[in-house]
């Protein structure tokens, strides 16, 4: 079983930048497609940034120029460099391989607040 757990989340203002981390057991991140996803108050779990196993990455337009995902492969670890945060960037979120690995395999993730 694959243990994925978020950190780095905070309450911040509007503008202001936050890195998130998710460390992984096993090698997964090195071999798989690994994304971030957020869920907001009242909405569904949606991915916000994608990284392939050969580094290609994409963005949805809500958050292009502003995210960015990185990994390093030795610490099986993935980032999310947020820059810009806006108040409907809040959210708990969460990393995982894209597609999912399992309905059980979500982390508890990390709340991102941000408010002035």
């Known amino acids: 079983q694959v243990r994925l757990v978020e950190s780095g989340g905070d309450l911040v203002q509007p503008g202001g930048s936050l890195r998130l981390s998710c460390a992984a057991s096993?090698?997964?991140?090195?071999?798989?497609?690994m994304a971030w996803y957020r869920r907001a108050p009242g909405k569904q779990r949606e991915w916000v940034a994608i990284?392939?196993?050969?580094?290609?990455?994409t963005y949805p337009d809500s958050v292009k120029g502003r995210f960015t995902i990185s990994r390093d492969n030795a610490k099986n670890t993935v980032y999310l460099q947020m820059n810009s945060l806006k108040p409907e960037d809040t959210a708990v979120y969460y990393c995982?391989?894209?597609?999912?690995?399992?309905?059980?395999?979500w982390g508890q993730g990390t709340q991102v607040t941000v408010s002035s």
């Open positions: 990284m392939t196993s050969g580094g290609t990455t």
């Open positions: 096993g090698s997964i991140v090195s071999r798989s497609t």
């Open positions: 995982n391989t894209r597609p999912v690995l399992s309905p059980s395999s």
